[in-house]
């Protein structure tokens, strides 16, 4: 049975918490959330997604409380 986390989603300009449920994929809570991640590189406590890892839950990857989950921008070389 999958528990309730408090995720701070959104990106470098916004943020909101939610709650979720562990055996959520962290893609469905970007995608419930209406955060466009296909032009950013996102991370999840600080550190950059691997390849594959936005289809894992939050259980699979080892969350249990509360994490952070952010679509930082990438921007564009001038």
């Known amino acids: 049975m ?3 986390i ?3 989603v ?3 300009m916004k943020r909101e918490d939610v709650l979720v449920p562990s055996s959520k994929t962290l893609r469905e809570v970007l995608d419930e959330n ?3 991640y296909t032009r950013s ?3 999840l ?3 950059p997604l691997q390849p594959g890892d936005m289809d894992k ?3 699979a990857i080892g969350i249990t409380e509360s994490c952070y989950l952010i679509a930082v921008l990438k921007t564009d070389n001038a």
């Open 34 to 36: 209406r955060v466009n």
């Open 2 to 4: 999958s528990k309730m």
């Open 45 to 47: 406590d600080g550190a």
């Open 10 to 12: 959104g990106s470098n």
């Open 57 to 59: 839950t939050f259980d």
């Open 41 to 43: 590189q996102v991370h």
């Open 6 to 8: 408090t995720v701070k």
